[in-house]
């Protein structure tokens, strides 16, 4: 099994700044892709960004030059530096991360999310 546990969220003013922490502990085999999504009040989570163990990242567009994605595979932690926020922005975002089992066989785990509140 493999834990997620994430920080970083908080409260922040329109044009501010935030970096999120998501490392995974436990028994890990090998950790392949990790990502960010997010879900706002009345919406359906959505990715944000995604990062493979090569470094091949994507986003999605209304993130785009605002936020980074990057991550520290000694230490199995990802991070996303969230800048210019806009109050659009505020949902509770997770962590996820792909355990490879097989070369056919993947793991899906979930953070249990943390707040990011934009004020306008």
Known sequence: QVQ????????????????????????????????WYRQAPGKQRELVATISSGGRINYTDSVKGRFTISRDNAKNTV?????????????????NAGE???????RNYWGQ????????
């Open 4 to 35: 997620l546990v994430e920080s970083g969220g908080g409260l922040v003013q329109a044009g501010g700044s935030l970096t999120l922490s998501c490392a995974a502990s436990g028994s890990i085999f090998s950790i392949g892709t990790m990502g």
């Open 79 to 95: 991070y996303l530096q969230m800048n210019s926020l806009k109050p659009e922005d505020t949902a509770v975002y997770y962590c």
């Open 100 to 106: 490879v089992l097989r070369s056919n066989l993947r």
């Open 113 to 120: 999310g943390t707040q990011v509140t934009v004020s306008s």
